[in-house]
C-alpha cells in the first residue's frame, strides 16, 4: 500500500439540473461519513454553487470540468480560474477526452491550463489516455508521454506533486469496457515514470486515477492496485448509492 491518500472523482458531464444535484448531495453524503479517501464531486458549471452549499463544511470537494487559462477577455462562453474560485470549485478536470475529442482541446491549450489552475489555487485534474486505435497500434505509451509532456510542460518540479492525473483509456470511457487491472496499473506507472523522471518525490507523490467504466462491482480490484490513486467516475457517478460503494471500494 503506498501512502498516496485516493482520491475518487465524480465527473457528472452534462447531466443533473440544480435540483438534482441537491437531491444527489442529499442522498451521498450519510453514506460517505467513514470515507477514508477524498472526494470530489464535478458538476456542470450552473450546480457548482449549489453543490458547494449542499456539501458545504464537510470533506466533499467540488470541482468544474473545464476553465479557461486566462482570468479574463473576450472569450465568449468560457470560464475563467477566477470565476470557478468565486463559485466555490476547488479543483477543476482538464483535457477530458470529451473535450479533446468533441471540441478541439489541444495539449498547447492544456499546456496553459494546468499552471493556471495551480497558480489560481484549484487543482487540476488532468486527463490522459489512448484510444483504442493507438492501443492497438501499440501506440499507448507514446500518446501518454506527448500528452504528459505537454500538460505538465509549464508545471514548475515544486507543483507537479500538486497535479492529480486521470489515466483514461479512451476506449473504455461510457463503453462499460473496464481496462483490466495489469492494463490499468501498466499505464498509471508509465504515468509515474514520466513524472519521476522530472522529478523523483513528485513521481513517489503524485496521484494518478483510473478512469473508464468504474463501478462498484470492479472499483475494489482496480484501487486495490499499488499504482492507482483512486478513480474518476463518470456513469456510475449519477448514482449516490453507486458512487458512495465505488467511494467505500477505496479503503
Ligand atoms: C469519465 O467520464 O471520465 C468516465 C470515466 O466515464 P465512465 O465512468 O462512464 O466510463
Not at 73 to 100: K, Y
Not at 124 to 131: A, N, S
Request: glycine share 10%.
Amino acid at each position: 500500500m503506498s501512502d498516496r491518500t485516493p482520491v475518487i472523482a465524480a465527473n457528472w458531464k452534462m447531466n443533473k439540473t440544480v435540483p438534482e444535484a441537491i437531491e444527489f448531495c442529499d442522498e451521498l453524503l450519510p453514506r460517505i461519513e467513514d470515507a477514508a479517501c477524498e472526494v470530489i464531486i464535478c458538476p456542470p458549471f450552473l450546480a457548482l454553487p449549489a453543490v458547494v452549499e449542499a456539501t458545504g463544511g464537510g470533506p466533499v470537494q467540488v470541482a468544474a470540468q473545464n476553465m479557461h487559462f486566462e482570468q479574463s477577455g473576450a472569450f465568449t462562453g468560457e470560464v475563467s480560474p477566477a470565476m470557478l474560485l468565486d463559485a466555490g470549485a476547488t479543483a477543476v478536470v482538464l483535457g477530458h477526452s470529451e473535450r479533446r475529442q468533441l471540441f478541439g482541446e489541444s495539449d498547447e491549450a492544456l499546456s496553459r491550463k494546468v499552471p493556471a489552475a495551480l497558480e489560481a489555487g484549484l487543482v487540476p485534474i488532468l486527463c490522459v489516455g489512448e484510444t483504442e486505435d493507438e492501443r492497438e497500434r501499440d501506440e499507448t505509451d507514446r500518446i501518454l508521454r506527448r500528452q504528459i509532456d505537454a500538460g505538465l510542460s509549464r508545471v514548475p518540479l515544486e507543483r507537479l506533486a500538486d497535479v492529480v492525473v486521470a489515466y483514461e483509456p479512451v476506449w473504455a470511457i461510457g463503453t462499460g469496457r473496464t481496462a483490466t487491472p495489469e492494463q490499468a496499473e501498466d499505464a498509471c506507472g508509465f504515468v509515474r515514470s514520466l513524472i519521476s523522471a522530472r522529478d523523483e518525490a513528485s513521481g513517489a507523490a503524485v496521484r494518478i486515477q483510473y478512469g473508464g467504466s468504474v463501478k462498484p462491482g470492479n472499483a475494489a480490484e482496480l484501487l486495490g492496485r499499488e499504482e492507482i490513486d483512486g478513480a474518476l467516475v463518470g456513469g456510475a457517478s449519477l448514482d449516490a448509492g453507486d458512487f458512495a460503494a465505488i467511494v467505500a471500494a477505496a479503503g
